[in-house]
Nanobody, 123 residues
Framework: QVQLVESGGGLVQAGGSLRLSCAAS????????MGWFRQAPGKEREFVAV????????YYRDSVKGRFTISRDNAKNTLYLQMNTLKPEDTGVYYC????????????????WGQGTQVTVSS
């Protein structure tokens, strides 16, 4: 089992920045990929970014490339999402996820999910 707890959400003006954190506990993460998803009101949850915990390789959805950065701290077992130049369309509940398969994670089929943290970007 992997337990995931997100934090760092809040209200920010367009153009501002936020950093989300996801504290992971349970199993050793070296065999996992971890990622971020978001869900806007009335919309389906969508993939945002993924990182291979061991190699550090990353992948992003097109709309956040150049603005968001996913990273991890091995010593703290914590996943981050640095979000810059935020836009109103970035508003939503952000979830972190973990899985042993990158393809399963990216398609939303992860075994482990956090409870989510709200991000609201005002125009």
């Amino acid at each position: 089992q992997v337990q995931l707890v997100e934090s760092g959400g809040g209200l920010v003006q367009a153009g501002g920045s936020l950093r989300l954190s996801c504290a992971a506990s349970g199993r050793t993460l070296s065999r996992y990929v971890m990622g971020w998803f978001r869900q806007a009101p009335g919309k389906e949850r969508e993939f945002v970014a993924v990182i291979n915990w061991s190699s550090g390789s990353t992948y992003y959805r097109d709309s956040v490339k150049g603005r968001f950065t996913i990273s991890r701290d091995n010593a703290k077992n914590t996943l981050y999402l640095q979000m810059n130049t935020l836009k109103p369309e970035d508003t939503g509940v952000y979830y972190c996820a973990a899985d042993g398969s990158s393809s399963r994670l990216i398609t939303g089929g992860s075994d482990y999910w956090g409870q989510g943290t709200q991000v609201t970007v005002s125009s």
